[in-house]
């Protein structure tokens, strides 16, 4: 075997001699955590959901090795002592989390958290009857090593409409303000926002939010950092609100933390093992080919699932809003593009029935059967993944391992094991420590050099070494 490949064998084969070793939180000391939870208020729309929230969080919390306070439906003043009591609780080395679930608001760029009582007849009423979020976070920072924060509030300014533009039972807030940014000045701290700013946080439709929900499936996985389990946060809550909620993350934290810092209990297939790496790899590349190649190369497996929710995400349909039908149609398939497609399949040993530009029954079941050996939702319908792999002429190619849609970094090393066309990973090699637009462009050559040559910032390069 070739010496890459020697390291990755020796490497696994040093995780089963040690037992795979959990690896060490990022701190210390006590593990320590305040958790509110607001649902009954009593001047605005009751929340269905924020106190079982915090009762689910408080309990996972427990589970991972957490001494939690919990302030169940409380007044400002309540919240304010459970603060006080939880800060004297505080020493130099230990691990600080604070998570509330409720009604928020901004007002002049700074954040709000409400208990049950608040009714806020003015801007004057805001500092008596709400708690500020940065004074939270300030005296956190200054007293623990690490400081995690949890935030699942409503994103509304009350003031604008007295808290009541909310469709009632439905989301914690209204379309408004959202809010405001935040930033944080000290080191190991870590903000989660369950939306960006300006978005609604869903209060949710079972018994717990979208973003609780996906806390504690994704934090309490074994060994996983916390930063990568965040981006699995986003992922999911996306999928589940159809796109109109994005959670936010802001941290400084140097150090790697684990909220379940054990290794699984049995030793742990070679599959799976390489399937992680190939799973955090198509993670930070982060496009539809990504995806793709790591189903086509682990089809099964325990996290297969996650991975086709994600490539769903960035094709358009990780909320259901477009049907495979409606899809396919947007895509304009002319005669000769379907006939193509039959074909196509048939020379893959796919029985099409007759050739003859209809996508009839037997076409319809060869396609279905051809998304199943690609690791992708069987529905018989034609969308832009079957059209890539098809190599269907015509239609735009969206499948490249180094498009996307923001100027972005891509790690060549992030490419190997999963990218199989080797130009892609020798132009990105060329392209090292270049943030732009990077896409490639289907068609004829522009570069003597490149058969499908890339575009940076929307001008042709060619890379000699491609």
Known sequence: MGFRNLQTFLFFLLLMLLGLSAPLSAAEGKRLALVVGNSAYTATTPLANAAADARAFAAFLKENGF???????????????GLSTFSKKIGPADTALFYFAGHGMQLKGENFLLGLDAELLSEFDVGAEAIALNSITGIMERKASLSLLFVDACRNNPIADRLNASVEGVTRGAALKGLAPVSSTGSGTMIAFS???????????????????????????????????????????????????????????????????????????????????DFEKAERIATARGWQLYLAKHQSGSV?????????????????????????????????????????????????????????????????RYQKALGLTETGYVNSIVANRLELVGVTRTDSAVSADEARLFDPEDLKGLETDERTIRAAQCLRGQRNHLRRVWGPPLCSSLRSPLVLADRQICCPAV
Not at 67 to 81: H, Q, T
């Open 195 to 277: 939306a960006s700013p300006g978005q609604v946080a869903y209060d949710g439709v079972g018994d717990n939010s979208p973003f609780t929900t996906a806390l504690v499936e994704h934090l309490s996985s074994p060994s996983l950092e916390v930063g990568t389990a965040f981006k699995r946060v986003i992922r999911d809550v996306r999928i589940k609100t159809n796109n109109f909620q994005s959670p936010q993350i802001v941290s400084n934290i140097a150090a790697e933390f684990y909220f379940n810092a054990s290794a699984p209990a049995t030793a742990v297939a070679a599959s799976d093992f390489l399937a992680q790496i």
């Open 67 to 81: 001494e939690v306070d919990s302030l169940i439906n409380v007044d400002r003043a309540g919240f304010a002592r």
């Open 304 to 368: 297969s699932d996650s991975a086709r929710a994600a490539l769903r995400l960035l094709e358009g349909g990780g909320g259901g809003l477009v049907s495979p039908q409606e899809a396919e149609s947007r895509m304009k398939l002319t005669q000769s593009q379907r006939k193509e497609i039959q074909l196509t399949l048939s020379d893959l040993g796919y029985d099409i029935g007759a050739a003859d530009g209809n996508l009839g029954q037997k076409t319809r079941r060869a396609i279905s």
